[in-house]
């Protein structure tokens, strides 16, 4: 059997004496560090300020007035459009716009965009369906707006027709902070 040391008996005595008018605190649940945004909220929130930095509603393009919905920028080449047109690309990403407001539509436009590129996709399919017509005629003047849409034209039957377009994005140097 360990015998006690008498010395070490009285220090937890004298520790015991000290401390007998000691009240215990209360726990503070209070974080009092802000909170760390989580990327996704980050994103979002980035996604929504490039979609009012690109996109402008009183931009009014000049689409061609008869023919299919087509666009390619300039120093591109016109062939990609035809490429387009004739199904050599086809959609690995699809976003479908029914029932958004013009402001949720712009906020997915650029998500659609920033994911292509993040995952490397160079096309995309944007249905935007036909309805009022409203974001039928806004889709297309985004696109032509954003530094990153090579080209797009209306989609096939198979990938929505009238009512969708087929968007081809330069895909080249991305950067992981946007």
């Not at 459009?81 to 436009?109: C, F, I, M, N, W």
Request: contains cysteine.
């Amino acid at each position: 059997m360990k015998k006690s040391n008498p010395n070490q008996d009285d220090d937890f005595a004298l520790f015991r004496d000290s401390m007998a008018d000691v009240k215990p605190l209360s726990q503070d649940r209070i974080n009092h560090r802000p909170p760390v945004p989580t990327p996704d909220k980050t994103r979002a929130k980035q996604q929504r300020k490039l979609a009012d930095h690109y996109f402008s509603d009183s931009f009014q393009p000049a689409f061609p007035s008869h023919g299919p919905m087509r666009y390619v920028r300039d120093g591109a080449s016109a062939y990609e459009v035809k490429r387009l047109r004739r199904g050599d690309y086809s959609p690995e990403l699809l976003l479908d716009l029914h029932g958004l407001t013009q402001a949720e539509a712009r906020h997915e436009l650029i998500a659609l965009l920033d994911a292509c590129k993040r995952q490397q996709i160079p096309c995309a399919s944007v249905m935007h369906g036909l309805g009022t017509g409203i974001l039928k005629e806004r889709v297309p003047a985004w696109l032509c707006q954003h530094p990153d849409v090579v080209a797009f034209h209306q989609a096939p039957l198979e990938w929505g027709g009238n009512g969708a377009l087929l968007v081809l994005v330069d895909i080249g140097q991305f950067d992981p902070e946007l």
